[in-house]
């Protein structure tokens, strides 16, 4: 049975509450920031003596100046206490801050409205670790993917939204300031609203004591997300996406204006093609990821990200120039379409980026400090902003870089830092050939996969089948596997170091190699102590006839030293394809069955140790296999 689109928990109430909730409280953030922001640009003589620049970098740093502070101080909150209450207090606050603005927009005065700057700097401060902390307790594994694809999405449409609606309210008229004040208590009141119907849980960590040591919680924070280097990874992955995000969200004013010649609405158009764009990838990464996590679209992402934003650097190249365009005027000459074709693909593949780092994070670290280690994450976010914006800065004034040139090393610095983590982390890269393997080569029919454990050690017995056995087997587990391996296959080349960064164990027949049997079996052991999940083929060898061989008594050994359970898989329709041994020599035949072609993964129900032996689960994958060979 197929899994229910990611929409059905627009309709759910673990969700739609939570959903409105966050959508409400971003739309807010934009609302009172640009409002704000465009009342000290536009009106400055009324709303502050500072230089125009000077209020409108102050605004930006007062927002972001909270998550350094407290992100630590609201991970443990969020964790020690219920988060749907938590929310609740949150939205009360918020209320508090909107109706203090709406004193300062009456006012108009400059101080107040930066005291409620610096406390919804705070708001979001303290619901970001319940957000995305939230997520992974109330949603089913085959959600997660789809849950945060509707956030990542709500989230920039509300951004959007947001920045739109400030600048219509504060153009409306001389009482535009008063308007947009009273919109921004209505937003807070609304987002209170649904706060109230979010379903009451538990606390992840109740007995924990508050630290108020910022400094110290954070690096005990990271300490804890450094024992999963896929996890600490994804956070700076994650914190690099912002400074990324960030270097063109900011130039966008100037980049109309200067490189592309048109109005602030045009500028605003580029900011929508953008939050559209990051929208509909994070929607696609349900679809492409198959309903499970799939890091394999973070490389995907990451090639996308630069290849398009190079691709945007050279269409700015000779553009026609004429100042001050409107829309209708931009949109009338075609080399504008392909300026905004690579600003949506760039920001489409950062929606394929993010949304799978997110997941991991929730679901692969310990989730009594899930909060905590997404509230660091705050924080590095922060610091990659400051690190953009001065970045950026610095480029532009002292190199004398165009903004366009701008882009281009930022899209290049996304190679070199994509290079470094995959480098790091093979798992992602492995991911992304498994992801291929199944999505462009293959057509996959999954059955029975939510039988993988998702937690503790388990022994995973398949047929072998093929040269890619293994990446298939990876693409539909959502969780890592250690493979043992033949190691000719071990062997491949470019193959082979992979293998080796995702600890695959090499084994070769008794007769072959008897230490290196040994060895493979020592780190079966280990790996199973270690909580993993362990995958062997027990027929020793890829099959040259399509039949399933006989399971050799290696897997009784593995057994009696660790009796965990054992998951019986079976490979369907990869015989007779071009990794298959079917008529001679595997990979000999190109396109043998042509592209495309269906291929099938059956995972029946988890044996106890006690109960498997190795003609046991012969027959079990046999039957699991049934004719489909």
């Not at 594994?141 to 509707?150: F, S, T, V, Y």
């Not at 490189?259 to 994070?282: C, E, Q």
């Not at 593949?349 to 670290?365: D, E, K, M, N």
């Amino acid at each position: 049975m197929s899994a229910p689109s990611q929409f059905a928990l627009l309709k759910d109430r673990r969700f739609l509450p939570f959903f409105l909730t966050q959508f409400l409280g971003a739309a807010n953030d934009n609302v009172f920031k640009y409002a704000f922001t465009l009342l000290v640009t536009y009106r400055a003589h009324e709303f502050s003596r500072l230089e125009t620049a000077q209020s409108v970098q102050l605004i930006a740093a007062l927002f972001v100046l909270p998550f350094l502070l407290f992100s630590a101080t609201s991970g443990q909150l969020a964790d020690k206490f219920e988060k749907a209450g938590l929310m609740r207090l949150v939205k009360t606050l918020e209320v508090a801050i909107m109706l203090l603005a709406a004193v300062g927009f009456y006012l108009q005065s400059f101080v107040i409205l930066c005291i409620c700057t610096l406390m919804m700097g705070l708001h979001s401060t303290l619901f970001g670790p319940v957000k995305y902390s939230y997520l992974p307790e109330r949603l089913q594994p085959a959600e997660i993917i789809g849950g945060n694809a509707l956030v990542e999405m709500g989230t920039f449409v509300a951004i959007l939204l947001g920045s739109i609606a400030a600048g219509a309210l504060i153009d409306s008229g001389p009482n535009g300031h008063l308007v947009s004040a009273g919109v921004c208590v209505a937003l807070a009141l609304a987002g209170l609203a649904a706060s109230t119907a979010i379903p009451v849980g538990t606390a992840a960590a109740p007995q924990l004591q508050i630290d108020w040591n910022p400094v110290r919680v954070t690096l005990e924070n990271i300490n804890v997300a450094r024992r999963e280097r896929a996890v600490f990874l994804s956070l700076l992955g994650i914190s690099w996406l912002w400074f990324f995000g960030a270097v063109f969200l900011t130039q966008f004013p100037q980049f109309a204006k200067e490189t592309l010649g048109g109005n602030p609405a045009v500028a605003t158009l580029l900011l929508a093609v953008f939050s559209v764009g990051i929208g509909v990838g994070s929607l696609l990464c349900e679809r492409l990821s198959r309903h499970q996590i799939e890091i394999g679209l973070v490389p995907f992402g990451s090639l996308g990200m630069s290849a398009f934003t190079i691709d945007l650097f050279f269409a700015v190249q000779g553009l026609p120039f004429a100042g001050d365009q409107t829309i209708s005027q931009f949109v009338a000459h075609g080399a504008h379409w392909r300026v905004l074709a690579d600003l949506f693909l760039l920001a489409l593949f950062a929606g394929l980026y993010s949304v799978p780092l997110y997941a991991l994070i929730q679901t692969r670290c310990e989730p009594t400090h899930r909060a905590r280690i997404i509230a660091a994450n705050n924080i590095l976010n922060a610091l990659f902003l400051i690190l953009a914006a001065g970045l950026s800065a610095w480029a532009l004034s002292s190199l004398g870089w165009s903004i366009a040139q701008l882009f281009l090393a930022t899209a290049i610095a996304n190679v070199l830092v994509a290079a470094y983590i995959y480098s790091l982390v093979p798992e992602f890269l492995l991911r992304f050939l498994s992801w291929i393997l199944v999505s462009v080569v293959y057509r996959i029919r999954k059955q029975g996969e939510e039988r993988i454990p998702e937690t503790g050690p388990a022994l995973i017995v398949s047929n072998h089948v093929s040269f890619v056995d293994a990446l298939v087997l990876m693409a539909i587990s959502p969780r890592p596997i250690r493979f043992v391996m033949d190691r000719a296959i071990f062997a491949t080349p470019v193959l082979s170091w992979l293998f080796r960064q995702v600890k695959a164990i090499p084994i070769a027949s008794f007769k072959d190699d008897p230490q290196l049997v040994e060895r493979a079996f020592e780190r079966v052991a280990e790996e199973l102590h270690d909580g993993q999940l362990v995958c062997i083929f027990p027929e020793g060898r890829i099959t040259d006839s399509g039949a399933v061989l006989p399971f050799r008594p290696g897997l009784t050994r593995i057994l009696e030293k660790d009796p965990v359970p054992v998951v019986p898989v079976a490979l369907q329709g990869l015989w007779g394809s071009f990794f298959s041994r079917k008529g001679g020599p595997a990979m000999t035949k190109p396109l043998r069955r042509g592209a495309f072609s269906r291929i099938g993964v059956n995972v029946g129900q988890p044996v106890v140790a006690a109960e498997a032996s190795p003609d046991m689960l012969r027959a079990r994958v046999v039957a699991l296999r049934g004719d489909w060979a």
